[in-house]
């Protein structure tokens, strides 16, 4: 494991290093801009943050009370974060994961560690391009401690070629008093195949929030897998999907929570819309262990509401336009 | 409003067909532009069929009739096509759209969309553009906040004809003056206004009303006239099936008998 130079060092150095490491930094550079991240972030010693290409660590800044070991493996990246019991972290720690080749594969493995107490928010951006024969792969695990709260939020942009699998699989353990709160989304250019699984595990008055939203089109293939187990007293779980699927694209969504101890209260809200020879199935699945434990769920899947439709066209918008407003709306 | 320009709005013998039921029996009604027209009748008696009729939604293709609107034929034209003519309707239960802000819904109706506007038009129902702008226009309002918000959007449109479908049901008392203020600076602005109501006093402030009863407009005329029409000669379906006067057999006569309601002729 090594740090690497800080992205506003090596921005600066960009003509001094070797060419080939300067022409790729550019390229994930202007592919995470493309999927909405912000360079004045990457580039500011402020802000903590690792940008990662391929299987190539192409610059990590650490900044106090926030540490990022790497190691580049033969496929990918070995990533560890840790940051310190207390700390508030300021601004959101930046991650940019990605490939500009069109070809390939990625694996990612990651750990977090977030300290007791600590409160901190991660913008990751991953970003391909030009994919159309790649494949990227996620292990994470993520321990969130005692009364410490993480933020994660990852946008996602595949180019517009589909040629692309996403097979993202995250564990995480949040402790007595812990928050996670984790916003997935992907409603920009081509979905491809994605394959998200994410299991969160709450002790006592813990909260685990999880938002996923997506948008496939043409034969894309989008199933997401959540997993929320309320193992300890009053803990708290929400689950929020949100997708919309067009032309032949395939939409699955299985959500499990568990009430596994007294008080203990979850929720499962999903939402698909289909149009067009698109199709969307939605399983949730509810446990109950304890008989002072109460999960709930609520599901809908369907075309878009012909009311919402035909309030739009009402104000003189076609039918197109509005669905898209609808579904644009809906996925944030 | 003056009847001495050719009407903006004609429909002629419109007869609509829903499953199980003929919600509209060969209504005729004219509008001039400017003109608040009030329709008034008892539930059920088709005043929204008419409205979803004439803004063209789906399920309310006339199989009889035709619709003029400024002398074209409008009868088989999309909603989105009579919008753009200047058409639109305020529902009377306001859809809800997430993460639409109420500030964007706003502008999407606006022929030249800008913020001043859009403040503009939420300040004429008595909103705080600072406070609502932001708001998405969802289950997170009340239903009299989604009733002002779909108004500002009509307002906005500057449409030349707005049908409002109960724009007062669910606003509370000093909410019901401002709406009936708006209606009056639409019409002085030229927008002829199709208002559906249950409210005298809203009724009170149209140029003409009209009572439809049974799915045909019986009685058009003085607002007053045809309030005191209204109250004299309808009554609930219940009560009618009870009350010899209004039977046959009792020698009473009456024009139709419908799901919720009965008027004497």
């Given at each position: ?152 939020a990852e946008g996602h942009y595949h180019g517009p070629h589909g040629g692309i699998q996403v097979l993202p699989t995250t564990h995480v353990t949040v402790e007595k008093d812990g928050r996670f709160e984790n916003e997935f989304s992907l409603v920009h250019g081509r979905v491809g195949r994605l394959q998200l699984r994410l299991e969160v595990d709450v002790a006592a008055r813990g909260v685990a929030e999880l938002s996923t939203k997506a948008y496939g089109f043409d034969d894309d293939v989008i199933r997401v897998e959540e997993i929320v187990r309320l193992n300890g007293p009053d803990a708290r779980g929400l689950t929020k999907t949100r997708v919309a699927v067009r032309d032949r694209a395939v939409s699955e969504v299985y959500t499990t929570a568990e009430g596994n101890a007294p008080g203990a ?68 | ?44 008696s088709g005043k929204t069929s008419l409205a979803y009729t004439l803004m063209g939604c789906a399920g309310y293709r006339p199989t009889r009739g035709r619709i003029l609107f400024d002398g074209q034929d409008i009868t088989s034209l999309s909603i989105a096509d009579r919008a753009r003519l200047g058409i639109t309707l305020a529902w009377q239960e306001p859809a809800c759209f997430e993460g639409l ?165």
């Amino acid at each position: 494991m090594s740090s690497r130079p800080s992205p506003a060092s090596a921005t600066s150095l960009l003509g001094q290093r070797d060419p080939a490491w300067a022409r790729e930094f550019e390229a994930i550079l202007r592919a995470y801009e493309e999927a909405g991240g912000k360079l004045t972030a990457l580039q500011s010693e402020r802000i903590a943050s690792a940008v990662i290409s391929g299987n190539r660590v192409l610059a990590v800044n650490e900044i106090p009370g926030v540490h990022i070991e790497t190691e580049e493996l033969p496929a990918g990246v070995h990533a560890r974060i840790v940051v310190d019991p207390g700390a508030r972290v300021e601004y959101p720690v930046h991650l940019c994961f990605g490939m500009v080749p069109a070809e390939g594969l990625q694996e990612i493995l990651s750990e977090f560690e977030i300290g007791e107490e600590a409160e901190v928010g991660f913008l990751a951006h991953c970003t391909f391009p030009n994919a159309l024969d790649l494949r990227h792969v996620m292990e994470a695990h993520i321990r969130i401690g005692p009364g410490a709260t993480m933020r994660y939020a990852e946008g996602h942009y595949h180019g517009p070629h589909g040629g692309i699998q996403v097979l993202p699989t995250t564990h995480v353990t949040v402790e007595k008093d812990g928050r996670f709160e984790n916003e997935f989304s992907l409603v920009h250019g081509r979905v491809g195949r994605l394959q998200l699984r994410l299991e969160v595990d709450v002790a006592a008055r813990g909260v685990a929030e999880l938002s996923t939203k997506a948008y496939g089109f043409d034969d894309d293939v989008i199933r997401v897998e959540e997993i929320v187990r309320l193992n300890g007293p009053d803990a708290r779980g929400l689950t929020k999907t949100r997708v919309a699927v067009r032309d032949r694209a395939v939409s699955e969504v299985y959500t499990t929570a568990e009430g596994n101890a007294p008080g203990a209260r979850g929720h499962m809200d999903c939402t698909e819309i289909v149009r067009g020879e698109a199709a969307a199935r939605n399983v949730p699945v509810v446990v109950v262990r304890d008989d002072l434990a109460r999960v709930t769920h609520e599901a809908a899947i369907g075309s878009v509401s012909r009311k919402e439709l035909e309030t739009l066209m009402a104000r003189g918008l076609s039918e197109e336009e509005a669905v898209d407003i609808i579904i644009r709306g809906m996925l944030g | 409003m003056s009847q001495a320009q050719p009407p903006l709005l004609v429909v002629e013998e419109v007869w609509v067909n829903r499953p199980g039921a003929e919600v509209l029996r060969g209504v005729n009604l004219e509008m001039w532009p400017g003109e608040v027209h009030v329709l008034l009748g008892l539930n059920g008696s088709g005043k929204t069929s008419l409205a979803y009729t004439l803004m063209g939604c789906a399920g309310y293709r006339p199989t009889r009739g035709r619709i003029l609107f400024d002398g074209q034929d409008i009868t088989s034209l999309s909603i989105a096509d009579r919008a753009r003519l200047g058409i639109t309707l305020a529902w009377q239960e306001p859809a809800c759209f997430e993460g639409l802000r109420a500030g964007d819904y706003l502008a999407l109706g606006m022929r030249e969309p800008s913020r001043k506007r859009v403040e503009a038009a939420l300040q004429a129902v008595a909103l705080s553009p600072a406070a609502y702008i932001g708001r998405p226009v969802n289950h997170a309002l009340s239903g009299g906040e989604r009733k002002r918000i779909e108004l500002a959007a009509v307002y906005g449109m500057r449409p030349r004809l707005a049908i409002l479908d109960e724009p007062d049901s669910g606003i509370d008392v000093l909410g019901v003056e401002e709406v009936a203020a708006l209606i009056r600076r639409m019409a002085e602005a030229g927008t002829a206004v199709l208002l559906i109501t249950h409210r005298d006093e809203m009724a009170a402030a149209a140029d003409r009303a009209s009572l439809i009863c049974g799915g045909t407009i019986i009685h058009t005329g003085d607002p007053d006239e045809v309030r005191e029409y209204f109250a004299s000669r309808c009554r609930p379906h219940e009560e009618a099936l009870g009350a010899q006067p209004w039977g046959p057999e009792a020698g009473g006569t009456y024009r139709r008998v419908v799901s919720e309601g009965v008027c004497d002729e």
